[in-house]
């Protein structure tokens, strides 16, 4: 059984205490894919350290998150196109726009968004989307570019059901988590009604930890956890769940 992780912070300060350990942790049950979205230039070198350690497995994406677009964000911008003009990447993220910390930089974060957007088409990748409190703003930016060559997945996704149809109908995949064992989660209430086909595995780790961790730190081998709620979602085995996910990774993100 191969899970995939698509969204995992493992460079994240939270795990530096046991890194390796906790990502064999995440391997020796079945989670030997992990994607792993870029926040700002302060990391980067801190992913490459990790793909260095665990080549056959971890995959990196570059970009700039909603919530690091400050007054310095065009200089971001630019280490984010100088490092995908350097090396392989597998995504853009992960962008978007964030809403719930601060409001003040939504031009900022509407721009950077788009621009990333483009460099996704020109490079051929997919993106990757945050999206906190602004679905209208994100929407919005997406229609704008939608495009056959726009593709990618809505990361951490708790929208309703009609915001899923209209992200699946831009060409999105949900990235879909912890947040489905919460009791408040909702979007269990309408998962069975996606087709699994637009479904993708993440814990957003070292963030929202799935029941019965809820609360406590997250990690890629709970990736298991959210298969088998989805497991019991769509009344299929675990193996399928981690099959039919896994193929939707590889369709994502080429590999």
Same mark, same amino acid.
Not at 76 to 84: D, F, G, S
């Given at each position: 059984?191969?899970?995939?992780?698509?969204?995992?912070?493992?460079?994240?300060?939270?795990?530096?205490?046991?890194?390796?350990?906790?990502?064999?942790?995440?391997?020796?049950?079945?989670?030997?894919?992990?994607?792993?979205? *870029?926040?700002?230039?302060?990391?980067?070198? =801190?992913?490459?350290?990790?793909?260095?350690?665990?080549?056959?497995?971890?995959?990196?994406?570059?970009?700039?998150?909603?919530?690091?677009?400050?007054? %310095?964000?065009?200089?971001?911008?630019?280490?984010?196109?100088?490092?995908?003009? =350097?090396?392989?990447?597998?995504?853009?993220?992960?962008?978007?726009?964030?809403?719930?910390?601060?409001?003040?930089?939504?031009?900022?974060?509407?721009?950077?968004?788009?621009?990333?957007?483009?460099?996704?088409?020109?490079?051929?990748?997919?993106?990757?989307?945050?999206?906190?409190?602004?679905?209208?703003?994100?929407?919005?930016?997406?229609? *704008?570019?939608?495009?056959?060559?726009?593709?990618?997945?809505?990361?951490?996704?708790?929208?309703?059901? *009609?915001?899923?149809?209209?992200?699946?109908?831009? %060409?999105?995949?949900?990235?879909?988590?912890?947040?489905?064992?919460?009791? %408040?989660?909702?979007?269990?209430?309408?998962?069975?009604?996606?087709?699994?086909?637009?479904?993708?595995?993440?814990?957003?780790?070292?963030?929202?930890?799935?029941?019965?961790?809820?609360? =406590?730190? %997250?990690?890629?081998?709970?990736?298991?956890?959210?298969?088998?709620?989805?497991?019991?979602?769509?009344?299929?085995?675990?193996?399928?769940?981690?099959?039919?996910?896994?193929?939707?990774?590889?369709?994502?993100?080429?590999?």
């Amino acid at each position: 059984m191969i899970l995939t992780d698509t969204h995992t912070h493992l460079y994240s300060e939270e795990f530096d205490q046991d890194r390796t350990v906790m990502i064999q942790r995440a391997i020796e049950v079945g989670v030997s894919r992990f994607f792993i979205p *870029s926040i700002d230039s302060n990391y980067t070198q =801190k992913m490459y350290d990790l793909e260095a350690l665990f080549p056959e497995n971890i995959f990196l994406m570059i970009g700039l998150h909603p919530t690091y677009v400050k007054e %310095n964000y065009i200089e971001e911008l630019a280490h984010v196109e100088a490092e995908l003009a =350097k090396k392989k990447f597998y995504a853009i993220g992960e962008i978007g726009i964030d809403l719930f910390w601060d409001k003040s930089f939504l031009k900022q974060q509407q721009h950077a968004f788009q621009h990333q957007i483009q460099l996704a088409k020109k490079y051929k990748l997919a993106i990757n989307i945050h999206c906190r409190d602004a679905f209208d703003e994100v929407f919005e930016v997406l229609e *704008s570019e939608c495009a056959t060559d726009l593709f990618g997945i809505f990361h951490c996704f708790t929208g309703d059901f *009609s915001q899923a149809q209209r992200a699946i109908d831009l %060409n999105m995949k949900l990235g879909i988590g912890g947040v489905a064992t919460f009791k %408040n989660g909702k979007i269990d209430q309408f998962l069975k009604d996606i087709d699994i086909k637009n479904i993708v595995l993440e814990t957003d780790s070292p963030y929202l930890a799935p029941v019965p961790f809820r609360g =406590k730190r %997250n990690e890629s081998s709970y990736t298991k956890l959210v298969a088998e709620k989805l497991s019991i979602i769509y009344k299929v085995p675990i193996e399928e769940i981690a099959r039919i996910t896994t193929e939707n990774s590889k369709a994502i993100f080429g590999i």
